[in-house]
């Protein structure tokens, strides 16, 4: 059978003075019982931040950023509660804010490197960019046993500013495995985990001389997400216990955060009282403990 579905959204966006169309279609068609096979286009617009737009008056005049999205995938169902998937996209990024005065600068690349305070600059809507994936997926339901889900995405996203030079996207993860699952032990106790892994994110690095020289971080823009950290890697386990009361039911947990006490990346700060570059780290082995009541 074959379901296919047409739309389109109109957005006003009265601070800028413009409208934008944006159509949408999505389909979806079932080869076989097992095989079923999807695919989508859509074009979205979005306003810049207002932050932004107030900052500077000439920043009034940008476009809204325009986006246009293409999917496709296949997805099996080989045994009920089996599901597997293949899935790709590209995404396409025009008219995007990106700084006036800085020609390699976007605004998708400021990410979280930036303090939003200290990046308000004239902006221009000259900025592109463009995405591409292909995401792999595995799922077992619930059978009052066990359950577990598995996604491995391969991706590469680039954004360019007013120069036009494609640049790593600052959330450009080349590699993303994500792993879940858990297991009943019994009516009451269940045991579940996960497993995230993520190949190292760009980030821009800092001038040296002249972060040296202010005695403060000071960003080598010409080489805006030249720089990647080290893989990101952690692993949780839980362990729950449940309590039926009268109307009401108990949940008390145990777990285990990151329990390989890995120390992964946090992201690169300047020093100022040693006029150097410190490495950050995020929290290791972590163990907590709750309880969550369900009525």
Do not use: C
């Not at 000439?58 to 998937?85: K, S």
């Amino acid at each position: 059978s074959l379901n296919t579905t047409i739309g389109a959204r109109v957005d006003r966006f009265s601070y800028l003075g413009a409208t934008r169309v944006s159509p949408r279609v999505s389909t979806r068609y079932a080869l076989t019982n097992v095989v079923t096979l999807t695919g989508a286009f859509g074009q979205y617009a979005q306003q810049p931040p207002f932050l932004f737009l107030a900052a500077f008056p000439e920043n009034r005049t940008l476009m809204p950023l325009e986006a246009t999205h293409w999917v496709g995938g296949v997805r099996l169902t080989p045994t009920q509660g089996v599901r597997f998937g293949v899935e790709v996209y590209q995404k396409r990024y025009h008219d995007y804010p990106a700084a006036r005065d800085i020609p390699s600068l976007s605004l998708a690349n400021v990410g979280d490197t930036f303090n939003v305070r200290e990046v308000l600059f004239p902006l221009v809507s000259l900025g592109r960019g463009v995405a591409r994936g292909v995401e792999l997926s595995a799922e077992r339901l619930d059978d009052g046993r066990w359950w577990a889900q598995g996604n491995l995405a391969f991706s590469h996203a680039q954004h360019a500013g007013r120069d036009g030079i494609l640049r790593d996207g600052s959330f450009d993860y080349p590699v993303v495995l994500n792993v879940t699952g858990g297991r009943r032990l019994t009516e009451k106790w269940e045991l579940g985990g996960r497993v995230t892994v993520l190949g190292g994110r760009p980030y821009t690095p800092f001038d040296p001389v002249q972060s040296a020289r202010q005695r403060r971080g000071v960003y080598d823009l010409s080489r805006v997400n030249a720089v990647r950290a080290p893989t990101y890697a952690r692993a949780d386990i839980r362990l729950d216990r449940r309590f039926t009361l009268t109307h009401s039911e108990l949940l008390v947990f145990l777990g285990v955060q990151n329990v390989t006490n890995r120390k992964n990346f946090g992201g690169a700060t300047w020093n100022r009282q040693l006029n150097a570059e410190e490495r950050g780290e995020q929290l290791g082995l972590f163990p907590l403990v709750g309880l969550e009541w369900r009525f």
